[in-house]
DNA sequence: TGCAATACCTTGAACCTCGAGGTATTGTGG
DNA sequence: CCACAATACCTCGAGGTTCAAGGTATTGCA
């Protein structure tokens, strides 16, 4: 069957690791996720809510989060938080991103033909 | 008019940068561009013909790059090389990818709160 | 009362990438 | 001589993401 290679889409979830690790560091709703990514990057990356909500089901559907509402200030708010299989999930996409991210500076910076010396 | 930021489709365009790097370093054809992508990040990332093509073919639409026809061991190969404005081109990019990084780097590791001192 | 901010959500279009398939040529082993 | 693998080019359809925009509802303030 050809050996599936290549990546399995190698930049999607992004969005979905980002999520992960702020939820990981403390409950968050939606509304305060998206510009908590936004102001912690400088702007950088800014997802929309077009993006965390569907993100946020998805994850909870996998069981990566659960969520219970809780009203703040008269606000009504759904709060997410990670469980055990999300905090796996996420060690999984942190550790791939990294790797992705050495492998594409290496290309950027490392550009020298090195000898291999045995 | 909700202010129009977000990131231009911030994953995008990898392929495009590491094929332009590699042309900056030395003139290359198709073919060969995929396997040097693969070797070059041990099989990191790992982009088919596929994708290749048509950003080669887009690059050169573009004016990033020029191609030229030549036989080489008896075999016909497309030569791409990058031009000035490919180069310009390839700094943005990379530029960009740095900033990216650094950020979503900054997300998954510093991540405790941390007081601005004045 | 009206408007901005908070807070949730969905949808359609646009964009990429993947995987598979297609053509043609060259070199090699049987 | 033939078949097959490797080289080398290319395109297309499916699937998955992200974006931008819009929709609903509540709260607080002028």
New interface residues.
Partial sequence: MAAR???PN???G?PE??IL??LQ?EDMYGYEIVQA??S?????????EGVVYPVLHGLERDGAITSRRRTVNSRSRIYYSVTSAGSHRLADL?EA????????????TG?QREQVIL
């Fill in positions: 290679d290549s990546n190698f930049m999607n992004v690791l980002l690790r702020l560091q990514i936004r912690r990057t400088d702007a950088v990356i800014a997802v929309g942190s991103w990294t790797n992705l991210a050495a492998a594409i500076q290496e290309m950027l550009g």
